[in-house]
C-alpha cells in the first residue's frame, strides 16, 4: 500500500478523519545517517569549535562608535572598554554587533530561501527532486550541519525550520540582560555564520532544481554586462534585488510572446546573476553601486524590486523620472498600495497616469503580465519627454563652475573621491577626472546631500562620464551553480598537497577602496599564476567588466572548470554556499571523511589541509559579513578590502605567540607547534598590491608537501616582491626542509637562511638546524583532541 | 623640502574629515606641530605608522626625514615599496594586524625590545587609519598622534583639516623638533 500525505475518512467511520503529514522515509530523515557528534547543532553545540578558532584568531574591535545606545538606560559611554549601565564592556558591545551582524545576513539569505521554498513547494510540491548535477553530495553545508542527505525540495522544510529556530535563540541573546561575554558572542556570530551558510545552500539548490538553472556547468554561455549595452530606444525593464521568482515570471512572458526583440530585460545586482541563469537572453547592469547611476541615467521604463540590495530611496528617485516601480516582496513594500488583486489594465491606467508612483504585487503571475505591457506603454512616453536627471550641455557647465571646492563632498564621500579637482578640470573642458571619478565612485549620492549650492553631484559625475559608460559592455559567464564530485575528484589531491596553490574565492559587493578595476587586476594575476578563481555576486560581475587587448574578458580567456587556472562563476549571493560547500566536498570525496552532522571534523580538515582564501574586497552590507563568518567557522580565511575594518571585528593571528599555533598529530596526540597557517582567519588589505601577497600567504596549510609548499612559497615571494618590492619579512617561517624551497631560487634562499643562523650542509645543499619542525608526509594535522589515536 | 618653517596653526578644522566619523565623547585635542613633534622627540619607543598615500614626493621627502632622526616606521598597505629603499629603520606590516598587536602588550615590536608608548599615523587612507586608531585607543593604553592632513577624532591628538601646504609645513615643523632634540 502507498501511503500518500492529505486528509482521509475510513468507511464506516465518516466521523473520523485521518491526516498524514510529512511521510519519512527509511534512510532520509535527521538521524538515520548521522555520522558525527552534532547534527542539528544547537548555540552552543560548537563552542568548543569556536574557542580553539578564538584562541589562536583573536578577535580584534576597531568600533565605529565608543557608545551603545541599545537600552533606555543610554546612551553609555564605553570608551576605554569602561562598562555601561548594564555591565556591557566596549569589547562585549562589539561582539555583540558582530552576532547581530551576522543575524541580519543570516536572516536576510534565508528568508530568501524560505521565499522562494514556500513558493517552489507551491508550483511544483514537496516530491520535486533535488537535482544540481552530476554530485552524489548534493548538499554538502546540509548534510554537514543538518546530518541529513535531502532528496526533494520538501526536505528543506526542516532545515529552514531549525535556522529560523536557531536565529530566534540567537537574537534573544543580544537582548540586554542577556549574553555578556565577547567570547560568547562571538562563537554565537560563528554560529549565526554558519546557519546564513545553511540558508543559502538551500536557497540556491531550490531554484537550480526546480527553475532550470544551470546544474554544475562548466561551460555555461556568457552574458552582457555593463551600463552601455542596451538598447535604450527600446522600452527597458530592469529588476533590482536578489529573489528570481519575480523576474522569472517576467522572462516567461516575454519568452512565450516573442517580446525579447522588442523590450531590453535586465538586472542590478544579483537578481541579474539568477536571470541570466534562467533565461540566458537577460543581461546584466551591473552591481548595486550602478543602481542610483542607472536610475538617475532615466533609462529604464520600469523598475521591478524583490529584496536584498535594493536602495531605500528607489521609489522616491524613480518618481521624480516617472519611472513606475513593481514592488514583488512583501519584505520590501515601500508604502505602496498592495494591487495583488486589481486587473492588470486598472494598474498599468494608474501607473502611466501617474496616479501611483507604484504598485505592490504579490501575485507574481500577474507581475509576469503586466511589466512588459507596462513598459510598452511606458517606453514610448519616457522617451518622448527625454526624461534623465542628467543635466544637458549647458547645465553642465553652469553646475560646475558653481563648485566652490569647498570639499564637503569629499568629506561625505565614502571613498573620499578628490570631486572638487574634477569640477575645475570640467570648467575647462577636461572631463577625464570625471571618467576616472566614474568607476571610483559607489554610487551612494550622499554628495549631492552634501553640496552647499545644490550642486547634484552624482548627476554632474554621470553626465561627464558618458563617453565611458556607453562603451561599459563586458561579458560574464552565466552562473554555474555547484562544483561538481567529478571535478573534485579530479583536483581534490592538488589542493591538499597544495600543487595548486590555492582556490581563492571573490566574493561580495562593489563597495571597493579604488574602482572595479582592482578586482581584474587581482584575479588577472593570480589566474596567471595558477590559482583556482572562484566567484560569485557582485564581484563576479565586476571581474568581466574589462578587456585586454585583444577585446576578451577573463570569463573570455580562462575556462570555468574547478581546476588550476580556471575561473568559475558559480552565480548569485545564495550561490557563494557552494564555494564554502566545495571544500566539504574535498573533505568528504578526497579524503573520505563523513560529513553528516559532522562540523568540528570537516572544519578542522578544512582549517588545516584545504587552501581556500575568501576575498570580500568590496564588502559593504551584513550578508557579506555573516557569509565570512561562515566561512571562518568553517575553517576558511577571508580578507576584506579597507572598508571591512567599519565591521568592527577581524579574527587575526600573532605569530609571535608560538603557543597559538601547536597542533595536534592525530596519530598518536603528540603537540606540534607548526607554522602560521593560516596566519589570519578575517583581516583586511589596504590596497591590491598588499593583497597579492596576503592571499598567497594565507594558502600555506600545515598539510602541503613539499612540492606544493615549494609552489606556495614561490608565489608569495614573487607576488611580495613584485607589488610590494620586498622579501616577505617571514618566509622563512614557512621552510621546514630545503624541498620547500622554489627550486629556482634554492641555493640563494639557502644563503638567506644561512645569514639568518641556520645551519646548512652545502656538500649536500641541506638544512641540518633552523627549521621549525620537519617535514613529514604521513603528519596528520587536528586541532580536535577526540580525532587523534585514541582519543575521546 | 624647505628649511625654513612658515608660521601655522593646525588646530583650526577640528572636526571629523568624514563628516559621520564621529565615535564618541571623547575625540583627539587639536594640536600645534611643535607639540607633535615634542611628543614624538620625548617618547621611549614610537613607532610612525605610514601607509599608501605616503607616495606624493613632498610627502615621502618628510616621512623620510622623519625616519632619519631614528623614528622607527611601520609601513602599511604598500607604503614599503616607497620607504624600503631609504636606509631607513622600515618595516612592512599589514595595518589591522598591527593594530591587533599593538594592543597586545605581549608583542614584541619590529626588533624585539617590546611594544610602543606612542604611535604616529600619517599618509593612510583616512576610514582606514581611523578603524585602526579605534581599537589601540579603546583597547590600549599607547597615546597615539594623528600627524595627518585629516582631523582624527579617535587619536589622543591631531590637526584639524589642513591644506597641503599647511600640512607640509606641519610635517617640517615636528621634523625640526626631532632634530633639534638630537642635537
Same mark, same amino acid.
Given at each position: 500500500?502507498?501511503?500518500?500525505?492529505?486528509?482521509?475518512?475510513?468507511?464506516?467511520?465518516?466521523?473520523?478523519?485521518?491526516?498524514?503529514?510529512?511521510?519519512?522515509?527509511?534512510?532520509?530523515?535527521?538521524?538515520?545517517?548521522?555520522?558525527?557528534?552534532?547534527?542539528?547543532?544547537?548555540?552552543?553545540?560548537?563552542?568548543?569549535?569556536?574557542?580553539?578558532?578564538?584562541?589562536?584568531?583573536?578577535?580584534?574591535?576597531?568600533?565605529?562608535?565608543?557608545?551603545?545606545?541599545?537600552?533606555?538606560?543610554?546612551?553609555?559611554?564605553?570608551?576605554?572598554?569602561?562598562?555601561?549601565?548594564?555591565? =556591557?564592556?566596549?569589547?562585549?558591545?562589539?561582539?555583540?554587533?558582530?552576532?547581530?551582524?551576522?543575524?541580519?545576513?543570516?536572516?536576510?539569505?534565508?528568508?530568501?530561501?524560505?521565499?522562494?521554498?514556500?513558493?517552489?513547494?507551491?508550483k511544483y510540491g514537496e516530491d520535486h527532486p533535488i537535482d544540481v548535477g552530476p554530485s552524489n553530495l548534493k548538499a554538502?553545508?546540509?548534510?554537514?550541519?543538518?546530518?541529513?542527505?535531502?532528496?526533494?525540495?520538501?526536505?528543506?522544510?526542516?532545515?529552514?525550520?531549525?535556522?529560523?529556530?536557531?536565529?530566534?535563540?540567537?537574537?534573544?541573546?543580544?537582548?540586554?540582560?542577556?549574553?555578556?561575554?565577547?567570547?560568547?558572542?562571538?562563537?554565537?556570530?560563528?554560529?549565526?555564520?554558519?546557519?546564513?551558510?545553511?540558508?543559502m545552500e538551500v536557497a540556491d539548490i531550490i531554484q537550480i532544481s526546480c527553475m532550470g538553472l544551470p546544474k554544475s556547468?562548466?561551460?555555461?554561455?556568457?552574458?552582457?554586462?555593463?551600463?552601455?549595452?542596451?538598447?535604450?530606444?527600446?522600452?527597458?525593464?530592469?529588476?533590482?534585488?536578489?529573489?528570481?521568482?519575480?523576474?522569472?515570471?517576467?522572462?516567461?512572458?516575454?519568452?512565450?510572446?516573442?517580446?525579447?526583440?522588442? =523590450?531590453?530585460?535586465?538586472?542590478?545586482?544579483?537578481?541579474?546573476?539568477?536571470?541570466?541563469?534562467?533565461?540566458?537572453?537577460?543581461?546584466?547592469?551591473?552591481?548595486?553601486?550602478?543602481?542610483?547611476?542607472?536610475?538617475?541615467?532615466?533609462?529604464?521604463?520600469?523598475?521591478?524590486?524583490?529584496?536584498?540590495?535594493?536602495?531605500?530611496?528607489?521609489?522616491?528617485?524613480?518618481?521624480?523620472?516617472?519611472?513606475?516601480?513593481?514592488?514583488?516582496?512583501?519584505?520590501?513594500?515601500?508604502?505602496?498600495?498592495?494591487?495583488?488583486?486589481?486587473?492588470?489594465?486598472?494598474? =498599468?491606467?494608474?501607473?502611466?497616469?501617474?496616479?501611483?508612483?507604484?504598485?505592490?504585487?504579490?501575485?507574481?503571475?500577474?507581475?509576469?503580465?503586466?511589466?512588459?505591457?507596462?513598459?510598452?506603454?511606458?517606453?514610448?512616453?519616457?522617451?518622448?519627454?527625454?526624461?534623465?536627471?542628467?543635466?544637458?550641455?549647458?547645465?553642465?557647465?553652469?553646475?560646475?563652475?558653481?563648485?566652490?571646492?569647498?570639499?564637503?563632498?569629499?568629506?561625505?564621500?565614502?571613498?573620499?573621491?578628490?570631486?572638487?579637482?574634477?569640477?575645475?578640470?570640467?570648467?575647462?573642458?577636461?572631463? +577625464?577626472?570625471?571618467?576616472?571619478?566614474?568607476?571610483?565612485?559607489?554610487?551612494?549620492?550622499?554628495?549631492?546631500?552634501?553640496?552647499?549650492?545644490?550642486?547634484?553631484?552624482?548627476?554632474?559625475?554621470?553626465?561627464?562620464?558618458?563617453?565611458?559608460?556607453?562603451?561599459?559592455?563586458?561579458?560574464?559567464?552565466?552562473?554555474?551553480?555547484?562544483?561538481?564530485?567529478?571535478?573534485?575528484?579530479?583536483?581534490?589531491?592538488?589542493?591538499?598537497?597544495?600543487?595548486?596553490?590555492?582556490?581563492?574565492?571573490?566574493?561580495?559587493?562593489?563597495?571597493?577602496?579604488?574602482?572595479?578595476?582592482?578586482?581584474?587586476?587581482?584575479?588577472?594575476?593570480?589566474?596567471?599564476?595558477?590559482?583556482?578563481?572562484?566567484?560569485?555576486?557582485?564581484?563576479?560581475?565586476?571581474?568581466?567588466?574589462?578587456?585586454?587587448?585583444?577585446?576578451?574578458?577573463?570569463?573570455?580567456?580562462?575556462?570555468?572548470?574547478?581546476?588550476?587556472?580556471?575561473?568559475?562563476?558559480?552565480?548569485?549571493?545564495?550561490?557563494?554556499?557552494?564555494?564554502?560547500?566545495?571544500?566539504?566536498?574535498?573533505?568528504?570525496?578526497?579524503?573520505?571523511?563523513?560529513?553528516?552532522?559532522?562540523?568540528?571534523?570537516?572544519?578542522?580538515?578544512?582549517?588545516?589541509?584545504?587552501? +581556500?582564501?575568501?576575498?570580500?574586497?568590496?564588502?559593504?552590507?551584513?550578508?557579506?559579513?555573516?557569509?565570512?563568518?561562515?566561512?571562518?567557522?568553517?575553517?576558511?580565511?577571508?580578507?576584506?578590502?579597507?572598508?571591512?575594518?567599519?565591521?568592527?571585528?577581524?579574527?587575526?593571528?600573532?605569530?609571535?605567540?608560538?603557543?597559538?599555533?601547536?597542533?595536534?598529530?592525530?596519530?598518536?596526540?603528540?603537540?606540534?607547534?607548526?607554522?602560521?597557517?593560516?596566519?589570519?582567519?578575517?583581516?583586511?588589505?589596504?590596497?591590491?598590491?598588499?593583497?597579492?601577497?596576503?592571499?598567497?600567504?594565507?594558502?600555506?596549510?600545515?598539510?602541503?608537501?613539499?612540492?606544493?609548499?615549494?609552489?606556495?612559497?614561490?608565489?608569495?615571494?614573487?607576488?611580495?616582491?613584485?607589488?610590494?618590492?620586498?622579501?616577505?619579512?617571514?618566509?622563512?617561517?614557512?621552510?621546514?626542509?630545503?624541498?620547500?624551497?622554489?627550486?629556482?631560487?634554492?641555493?640563494?634562499?639557502?644563503?638567506?637562511?644561512?645569514?639568518?643562523?641556520?645551519?646548512?650542509?652545502?656538500?649536500?645543499?641541506?638544512?641540518?638546524?633552523?627549521?621549525?619542525?620537519?617535514?613529514?608526509?604521513?603528519?596528520?594535522?587536528?586541532?580536535?583532541?577526540?580525532?587523534?589515536?585514541?582519543?575521546? | 623640502?624647505?628649511? +625654513?618653517?612658515?608660521?601655522?596653526?593646525?588646530?583650526?578644522?577640528?572636526?571629523?574629515?568624514?563628516?559621520?566619523?564621529?565615535?564618541?565623547?571623547?575625540?583627539?585635542?587639536?594640536?600645534?606641530?611643535?607639540?607633535?613633534?615634542?611628543?614624538?622627540?620625548?617618547?621611549?619607543?614610537?613607532?610612525?605608522?605610514?601607509?599608501?598615500?605616503?607616495?606624493?614626493?613632498?610627502?615621502?621627502?618628510?616621512?623620510?626625514?622623519?625616519?632619519?632622526?631614528?623614528?622607527?616606521?611601520?609601513?602599511?598597505?604598500?607604503?614599503?615599496?616607497?620607504?624600503?629603499?631609504?636606509?631607513?629603520?622600515?618595516?612592512?606590516?599589514?595595518?589591522?594586524?598591527?593594530?591587533?598587536?599593538?594592543?597586545?602588550?605581549?608583542?614584541?615590536?619590529?626588533?624585539?625590545?617590546?611594544?610602543?608608548?606612542?604611535?604616529?599615523?600619517?599618509?593612510?587612507?583616512?576610514?582606514?587609519?581611523?578603524?585602526?586608531?579605534?581599537?589601540?585607543?579603546?583597547?590600549?593604553?599607547?597615546?597615539? =598622534?594623528?600627524?595627518?592632513?585629516?582631523?582624527?577624532?579617535?587619536?589622543?591628538?591631531?590637526?584639524?583639516?589642513?591644506?597641503?601646504?599647511?600640512?607640509?609645513?606641519?610635517?617640517?615643523?615636528?621634523?625640526?623638533?626631532?632634530?633639534?632634540?638630537?642635537?
Amino acid at each position: 500500500m502507498i501511503i500518500k500525505k492529505g486528509s482521509f475518512v475510513i468507511e464506516g467511520l465518516e466521523n473520523v478523519q485521518i491526516n498524514i503529514g510529512r511521510i519519512v522515509e527509511h534512510g532520509h530523515e535527521a538521524g538515520s545517517e548521522v555520522e558525527g557528534p552534532t547534527p542539528r547543532p544547537e548555540i552552543i553545540s560548537l563552542r568548543d569549535w569556536d574557542y580553539r578558532l578564538l584562541d589562536r584568531y583573536n578577535p580584534v574591535y576597531t568600533p565605529t562608535s565608543d557608545m551603545c545606545d541599545y537600552c533606555t538606560y543610554g546612551k553609555c559611554d564605553l570608551t576605554g572598554n569602561k562598562e555601561g549601565a548594564c555591565g =556591557i564592556d566596549l569589547e562585549g558591545q562589539s561582539a555583540r554587533q558582530a552576532l547581530i551582524t551576522s543575524i541580519m545576513g543570516a536572516a536576510c539569505h534565508t528568508a530568501h530561501g524560505r521565499h522562494l521554498l514556500n513558493y517552489l513547494i507551491k508550483k511544483y510540491g514537496e516530491d520535486h527532486p533535488i537535482d544540481v548535477g552530476p554530485s552524489n553530495l548534493k548538499a554538502p553545508l546540509t548534510e554537514t550541519i543538518m546530518g541529513i542527505q535531502p532528496v526533494t525540495i520538501g526536505d528543506f522544510l526542516p532545515v529552514l525550520d531549525y535556522v529560523e529556530e536557531q536565529l530566534t535563540q540567537l537574537t534573544a541573546a543580544a537582548n540586554t540582560g542577556q549574553e555578556g561575554a565577547a567570547r560568547d558572542f562571538e562563537s554565537k556570530a560563528l554560529h549565526a555564520g554558519m546557519l546564513d551558510l545553511l540558508g543559502m545552500e538551500v536557497a540556491d539548490i531550490i531554484q537550480i532544481s526546480c527553475m532550470g538553472l544551470p546544474k554544475s556547468d562548466e561551460k555555461t554561455p556568457m552574458a552582457e554586462i555593463g551600463m552601455g549595452i542596451l538598447d535604450t530606444q527600446k522600452p527597458v525593464v530592469i529588476c533590482v534585488g536578489h529573489n528570481i521568482a519575480a523576474p522569472a515570471y517576467i522572462l516567461d512572458y516575454m519568452d512565450r510572446e516573442g517580446l525579447f526583440d522588442k =523590450i531590453e530585460i535586465a538586472g542590478l545586482c544579483c537578481t541579474a546573476h539568477d536571470m541570466t541563469r534562467y533565461n540566458k537572453t537577460a543581461k546584466v547592469i551591473g552591481t548595486m553601486s550602478k543602481e542610483l547611476k542607472y536610475i538617475r541615467s532615466g533609462i529604464p521604463d520600469v523598475l521591478v524590486t524583490d529584496e536584498q540590495c535594493v536602495r531605500a530611496d528607489i521609489l522616491k528617485e524613480a518618481k521624480r523620472l516617472h519611472i513606475p516601480v513593481i514592488a514583488t516582496n512583501e519584505k520590501i513594500t515601500y508604502g505602496l498600495p498592495d494591487r495583488s488583486n486589481d486587473s492588470v489594465d486598472a494598474i =498599468i491606467d494608474d501607473l502611466v497616469s501617474g496616479k501611483h508612483a507604484g504598485a505592490l504585487i504579490l501575485d507574481l503571475e500577474k507581475v509576469g503580465d503586466l511589466v512588459p505591457k507596462l513598459a510598452m506603454k511606458m517606453g514610448p512616453i519616457r522617451k518622448a519627454k527625454g526624461l534623465t536627471a542628467l543635466p544637458d550641455e549647458d547645465e553642465f557647465k553652469r553646475l560646475v563652475a558653481k563648485c566652490t571646492k569647498c570639499l564637503q563632498c569629499t568629506r561625505d564621500c565614502p571613498q573620499g573621491l578628490p570631486i572638487a579637482d574634477a569640477m575645475v578640470a570640467a570648467v575647462s573642458g577636461d572631463l +577625464a577626472p570625471f571618467e576616472i571619478l566614474h568607476d571610483k565612485c559607489v554610487g551612494c549620492g550622499r554628495c549631492d546631500y552634501s553640496c552647499p549650492v545644490d550642486i547634484p553631484v552624482l548627476n554632474v559625475i554621470e553626465k561627464a562620464s558618458q563617453r565611458v559608460i556607453r562603451e561599459e559592455r563586458g561579458k560574464v559567464r552565466i552562473g554555474r551553480g555547484q562544483i561538481g564530485d567529478p571535478e573534485i575528484r579530479e583536483e581534490g589531491r592538488n589542493l591538499v598537497l597544495g600543487t595548486t596553490p590555492g582556490v581563492l574565492a571573490f566574493v561580495g559587493c562593489g563597495n571597493y577602496p579604488d574602482g572595479t578595476r582592482d578586482v581584474y587586476d587581482v584575479v588577472e594575476e593570480m589566474l596567471q599564476r595558477s590559482y583556482i578563481i572562484v566567484s560569485s555576486g557582485c564581484a563576479a560581475m565586476d571581474i568581466g567588466m574589462y578587456k585586454d587587448k585583444e577585446g576578451k574578458t577573463l570569463y573570455e580567456r580562462y575556462p570555468g572548470r574547478f581546476i588550476k587556472g580556471n575561473l568559475l562563476n558559480t552565480g548569485s549571493c545564495v550561490s557563494n554556499a557552494h564555494i564554502a560547500a566545495t571544500t566539504i566536498k574535498v573533505a568528504s570525496i578526497f579524503a573520505g571523511r563523513k560529513t553528516k552532522g559532522n562540523w568540528e571534523e570537516i572544519a578542522d580538515y578544512v582549517l588545516n589541509r584545504i587552501g +581556500a582564501v575568501g576575498v570580500a574586497w568590496g564588502a559593504y552590507s551584513q550578508k557579506a559579513f555573516a557569509i565570512a563568518t561562515g566561512c571562518n567557522r568553517l575553517g576558511i580565511p577571508v580578507v576584506a578590502g579597507p572598508h571591512g575594518t567599519k565591521y568592527r571585528r577581524a579574527f587575526i593571528g600573532k605569530p609571535y605567540r608560538k603557543e597559538n599555533w601547536n597542533i595536534l598529530d592525530a596519530r598518536d596526540g603528540s603537540v606540534v607547534n607548526v607554522e602560521p597557517a593560516p596566519e589570519h582567519l578575517l583581516i583586511t588589505a589596504g590596497t591590491k598590491e598588499e593583497l597579492m601577497p596576503l592571499l598567497a600567504k594565507l594558502c600555506f596549510r600545515p598539510s602541503d608537501n613539499s612540492l606544493g609548499r615549494a609552489i606556495k612559497l614561490t608565489h608569495y615571494i614573487e607576488l611580495s616582491e613584485k607589488y610590494l618590492k620586498k622579501m616577505p619579512d617571514d618566509w622563512h617561517t614557512y621552510v621546514r626542509s630545503e624541498a620547500d624551497l622554489p627550486v629556482a631560487k634554492r641555493e640563494q634562499l639557502i644563503k638567506l637562511l644561512e645569514g639568518k643562523g641556520w645551519k646548512i650542509d652545502w656538500d649536500k645543499k641541506k638544512i641540518t638546524e633552523g627549521p621549525l619542525r620537519k617535514v613529514d608526509v604521513s603528519f596528520q594535522p587536528t586541532n580536535v583532541p577526540r580525532l587523534c589515536k585514541g582519543g575521546k | 623640502m624647505t628649511s +625654513a618653517v612658515k608660521a601655522i596653526d593646525t588646530t583650526r578644522q577640528a572636526v571629523p574629515f568624514d563628516t559621520g566619523n564621529i565615535p564618541g565623547p571623547k575625540m583627539a585635542k587639536a594640536v600645534m606641530p611643535s607639540v607633535a613633534g615634542k611628543m614624538l622627540a620625548k617618547a621611549k619607543r614610537p613607532l610612525l605608522i605610514v601607509g599608501s598615500e605616503v607616495h606624493d614626493r613632498d610627502v615621502l621627502e618628510r616621512a623620510v626625514a622623519i625616519g632619519q632622526t631614528g623614528v622607527q616606521i611601520a609601513a602599511v598597505g604598500n607604503a614599503y615599496t616607497s620607504l624600503g629603499d631609504k636606509g631607513l629603520d622600515v618595516h612592512y606590516e599589514n595595518m589591522h594586524a598591527l593594530a591587533s598587536y599593538l594592543c597586545d602588550p605581549g608583542w614584541p615590536g619590529f626588533d624585539g625590545k617590546g611594544g610602543y608608548d606612542l604611535v604616529a599615523f600619517f599618509g593612510i587612507t583616512y576610514y582606514y587609519a581611523s578603524q585602526a586608531i579605534s581599537a589601540i585607543k579603546n583597547f590600549s593604553g599607547i597615546k597615539v =598622534i594623528s600627524m595627518d592632513r585629516y582631523y582624527h577624532p579617535n587619536a589622543d591628538m591631531s590637526f584639524g583639516n589642513l591644506k597641503n601646504d599647511v600640512f607640509i609645513a606641519a610635517l617640517d615643523e615636528i621634523i625640526a623638533e626631532l632634530r633639534k632634540d638630537k642635537q
